[in-house]
């Protein structure tokens, strides 16, 4: 038998060859120094315009032999009759039931074949009609993508089928914590407006089909769309084929006005309390209103010590209720805006016999950051590097400088607002930012959301001494 196969028993017992590793490990003490930044070429978009107005935008991604076109529209939610909330949603989800010659199987039997996939939706603030689908199939998949677009047709069978579905998803929901906070939150945030306005059975039922080629013809025009594509083509190839099938589109530009600035919904700290009996977990959402926009001088600095606050896994709030409290299995917290002002919030699912500790600690901790623990260099170099060394990752996919594009049309940001992003985030200072907090993140003025087992949590909620507000599933005053 073979030494070498020895070696490894003998090894064991302490009877192989001596270790020839290095005795001095005093090397391990030191850290070593991060490695330089790697250069980063922002992608480029090709703009162009057909010859009915609408611009068009490339971005080339050659990687895949896959194409996405996008038909964008800065028109959504907002642009509804409140009396009938959700009508943009489904005439949005109507378009793929059937349009032209095709019913809802016959377009899905069409993607099919062309390997290619369809998807039509509306949120809050913007509508898009998208095509993802193989390169060399990317014509006769435009002519099914403007035949949706364009030729919906939308049949009452069909709308009463989709609508049965809607009215049982609101009762699931309505069961579901996580999903009563995000519709409660939405109307303390907004009000009755926007996107506060919840979805009910009855503003359903008030839905018609004409009401959705009303708004479909009205709001989808190309006076309100762009188009971006992204993937394995480019502008010369793609923008003849964008003209023969979307110039002789027509409509006008919508004239209705967005939203615009909300009032905040307390003047001082408040608890909403929503009961969900026999909840294992509570939903907690602690938010207040901003007076700033992504316009505003000091938005970056803010932005920068919400990072150090909750932006990502080793912020504060996740560190202490997750990492030393084991209370949730994440926390987080963020700000951002629409259209209206900046809106801060800090989110986190947690065990219900903690509820009111979690909210106290996330109390203490938006006040010490103010006062006796201030922001470090060290936890300000740490979330500049995590937003710049994870940039570079989210560009391998062409959507996402087409997605920021459409973000700067429809909150009409500076046009340098991507090319500057990089310099905007290392210009921080530690000072600034904490000015920032200081300035717009008060304890004094903020509103809790709870929803968990009132029987279990109440107690300690009161403990708090903070005013409370008992709320229902549809954030109405109990």
């Known amino acids: 038998m073979r030494t070498s196969y020895l070696l490894p028993f003998l090894m064991a017992f302490g009877c192989g060859p001596k270790s020839t590793a290095p005795t001095d490990t005093s090397w391990r003490a030191t850290q070593p120094a991060p490695l330089p930044p790697r250069a980063f070429n922002l992608p480029e978009a090709q703009s162009g315009q057909l010859s009915n107005g609408i611009a068009v935008f490339v971005v080339e991604n050659h990687e895949m032999p896959l194409v996405n076109v996008r038909v964008a529209f800065d028109q959504g939610g907002w642009a509804e009759d409140p009396a009938h909330?959700?009508?943009?949603?489904?005439?949005?989800?109507?378009?793929?039931?059937?349009a032209g010659d095709y019913d809802a199987a016959g377009i899905s039997k069409a993607q099919k074949a062309l390997a290619a996939n369809i998807s039509c939706g509306a949120g809050d603030d913007t509508s898009s009609v998208s095509l993802d689908v193989l390169a060399?199939?990317?014509?006769?998949?435009?002519?099914?993508?403007?035949?949706?677009?364009?030729?919906?047709?939308?049949?009452?069978?069909?709308?009463?089928?989709?609508?049965?579905?809607?009215?049982?998803?609101l009762a699931s929901a309505r069961n579901n914590p996580r999903s009563i906070a995000?519709?409660?939150?939405?109307?303390?945030?907004?009000?009755?407006a926007y996107k506060g306005l919840i979805r009910t059975e009855e503003a359903y039922e008030s839905v018609s089909t004409d009401m959705m080629r009303t708004w479909w013809s009205t709001h989808l025009s190309p006076g309100n769309a762009r188009i971006y594509v992204g993937g394995d083509t480019n502008l010369e190839t793609v923008l003849p084929l964008l003209e023969a099938r979307f110039s002789t589109w027509t409509g006008e530009t919508s004239t209705q006005s967005k939203p615009s600035d909300v009032a905040a919904n307390v003047s001082e700290t408040t608890i909403f309390l929503v009961d969900k009996p026999g909840a294992p977990q509570s939903v907690l959402k602690v938010f207040r209103r901003l007076d700033i926009t992504p316009s505003s001088p000091d938005w970056f600095d803010a932005y920068m010590a919400n990072m150090m606050f909750g932006g990502m896994f080793s912020a504060r709030i996740n560190l202490n209720l997750r990492e030393d409290k084991g209370w949730?299995?994440?926390?987080?917290?963020?700000?951002?805006?629409d259209y209206t002002q900046g809106l801060w919030s800090t989110s986190t699912s947690v065990k219900t016999d903690t509820t009111a500790d979690a909210i106290s600690e996330i109390l203490r901790e938006v006040a010490e950051a103010k006062t006796t623990r201030n922001f470090s260099e060290s936890e300000l170099t740490n979330a500049a590097g995590y937003l710049?060394?994870?940039?570079?990752?989210?560009?391998?996919?062409?959507?996402?400088?087409?997605?920021e594009l459409?973000?700067?049309?429809?909150?009409?940001?500076?046009?340098?607002?991507?090319?500057?992003?990089?310099?905007?985030?290392?210009?921080?200072?530690?000072?600034?930012?904490?000015?920032a907090w200081n300035e717009h993140i008060n304890t004094a003025e903020m509103s809790i959301l709870v929803v968990g087992d009132k029987a279990t949590i109440i107690e300690g909620l009161e403990a708090l001494d903070l005013p409370i507000t008992h709320?229902?599933?549809n954030g109405a005053a109990k």
């Open 85 to 98: 909330t959700g009508l943009a949603s489904v005439t949005l989800d109507m378009l793929n039931e059937g």
């Open 136 to 169: 060399k199939n990317l014509a006769p998949a435009l002519d099914l993508l403007a035949t949706v677009l364009l030729q919906p047709t939308f049949e009452q069978d069909d709308w009463d089928l989709m609508m049965m579905d809607r009215i049982a998803s």
């Open 328 to 337: 949730t299995y994440g926390a987080r917290s963020s700000i951002r805006s």
């Open 182 to 192: 995000a519709r409660v939150a939405g109307k303390l945030q907004y009000g009755d």
């Open 471 to 473: 709320l229902d599933f």
């Open 388 to 403: 710049l060394g994870s940039r570079p990752v989210r560009y391998e996919n062409a959507g996402t400088l087409l997605s």
């Open 406 to 435: 459409q973000s700067n049309w429809v909150y009409d940001r500076p046009e340098n607002w991507i090319t500057s992003y990089a310099d905007n985030i290392r210009a921080v200072t530690l000072e600034g930012a904490q000015a």
